[in-house]
């Protein structure tokens, strides 16, 4: 049984870049959720994706956007990139479009200059 | 209304002591609270989760107690090791057709050998 892998594992990007951050998700899991961890906080909800589409959203500007594939696994692409995007991003798998027993990634540390 | 409110920020506890972490809601419709452990350089681990029909959950050293009425609950960690060292995250989400996780600031913990 695969676990949840995310790449690249740190990025560093200048102000209005973009990005494309991807996520495999577990084996026998259909959900993906991502993730925002700043240093020192909990993670706050960005998105989450089930059957290829976004079954739900967090307090995120439509910059934050996303993708599921038909084997499951992730992008998230943020646009336009501000100096508070500076994070750890974590995707989450889980089962049938739910948020129950999130298996978590190690994450992206993205820092943007 | 969408917050958990966590505390103590952090804690320090003797090798054999019990850590206790506190936390709190408000929506009373969260009806899935999770606990989650976080090692440096790692995504968060499903540690132990409750329902809100019981009042306490033990798994091997960690139970969770749950009170309803004050929309209150904790996790407690008997026999404190020092590979418990970590950060400690609740969590509340309406698990049923729910698809995110709320998550409070986190404690980090450290076990003195």
């Known amino acids: 049984e695969t676990g949840v892998t995310q790449s690249p594992t740190h990025l560093i990007k200048t102000r209005g870049q973009q990005v494309t951050l991807r996520c495999s998700s577990q084996?026998?899991?259909?959900?993906v959720s991502w993730y925002q961890q700043a240093l020192g906080q909990g993670p706050q909800f960005i998105f989450q994706y089930y059957r290829e589409e976004e079954n739900g959203r967090g307090n995120f500007p439509p910059r934050f956007s996303g993708l599921q594939f038909p084997n499951y696994s992730s992008e998230l692409n943020v646009n336009a990139l501000e100096l508070d995007d500076s994070a750890l991003y974590l995707c989450a798998s889980s089962k049938g479009g739910t948020n129950e027993k999130l298996f978590f990634g190690s994450g992206t540390q993205l820092s943007v200059l | 209304q969408q917050q958990v409110k966590q505390s103590p920020q952090s804690l320090i506890v003797q090798k054999g002591g019990i850590s206790i972490i506190n936390c709190a809601y408000e929506n009373t419709a969260f009806d899935y609270f999770p606990w989650y452990q976080q090692f440096p350089g790692k995504g968060p681990a499903l540690l132990i989760a409750i329902r809100p029909d019981v009042s306490e959950k033990k798994e091997g050293r960690f139970t969770i107690s749950f009170n309803k009425s004050a929309k209150q609950f904790s996790l407690h960690i008997m026999d404190s090791q020092p590979g418990d060292s970590a950060t400690y995250f609740c969590a509340a989400s309406m698990g049923t057709g729910g698809f995110k996780t709320i998550f409070g600031a986190g404690t980090r913990l450290f076990v003195k050998a």
């Open positions: 084996s026998g899991h259909n959900t």
